[in-house]
């Protein structure tokens, strides 16, 4: 919403911080065990990123990460320089929906402590990591205090992106078992591009989703950018201003979604060599990501996740009952 001291309406950022290991992990890779990082490379970059467009986001963060010595003094400089942090769950498994509720306790209480004991900011606001997202999740962050949920991608094309992580992965019947929900469901194209709040028992829980086109339902956060850029920069460019452009007129604000290699090359992190747009030489990739903060800064006042839910919480927003698809 404007105002005379907003001028323009009010959009938020996120990066989700998952590391090497996640990655590793999700796509059946041997190794991931010994926890292989990037924040060394990661952090510095991202604020340095960040610093220049003058920009404020959340950064959500994976607990096992926050609980390593050798990350904290990375994560700690995300909450120094004024970021918002957010829990990305605590061993960030995609299957996240398969948890029981004592399991999730668990798994969001390790990593709100590990997180907290990093970077000095107790966690209110969540990610599930692969989008992962159930009722019992729901119902569990409404118990312990969290603000809102930034979980859900409202997309048709997850079932795709899904396949080419199969199709490049080694995985077993049961691996692929565990990921079956990966990245989403057609019927997630279905789901509301604007916030809303979740009915939870008697209670509710504000929705803030990544955002998608409005109407198109596809994505425009900015690594699906950097896969379009890679068959023409222009085109991508061109693409995220309209999608700013039809976000303004339909009144969405939209919340802009970063992964970690969106900052980081191919020549940094070998393993990771066969994710889209890794083959962009960095300084290019860089080149890229500063214009689309460009063009996001112009339209909207970017500030982080939390601030934006707080913003639209002032609101009367529609209640949703929470139908998720389950998990065979």
Sequence with gaps: MRTPERPKPIASLSLDADNQWSYMKIHGDDGWE???????????????????????????????????????????????????IGNHSFRHEPWLHRYSEAQLDEELERAE???????????DGFRGPGYSLSETTLRVLVR???????????????PLARAYYFRTAQLTAAQRAERELLYGTWSDGRRAVRPYRWAVDDRTLLELPVTTLPGFKVPIHVSYLLMLSAYSPIAARAYFDTALRICRATGVGPSILMHPLDLISG???????????MQIALNEKLARVSSYLELFRRHFDVVPVGEHARDVAARDLPVRAPVFAEAS
């Design 267 to 277: 020549d940094d992190v070998k393993a990771l060599e066969f994710f889209p747009g």
């Design 144 to 158: 312990r205090g969290y603000a809102y949920d930034a979980s859900t991608l409202p997309t048709y094309i997850g």
């Design 113 to 123: 402590d590990a997180i907290e004991s990093a970077t000095g900011v107790r966690t």
């Design 34 to 84: 010994s926890f292989p990082s990037y924040l060394d490379v990661l952090v510095p970059r991202a604020l340095e990123v960040l610093s220049r467009h003058q920009l404020r986001i959340t950064f959500f963060v994976v607990g096992q990460d926050a609980a390593l010595a050798e990350n904290r003094d990375a994560l700690g400089a995300l909450a120094a320089a004024g970021h918002e």
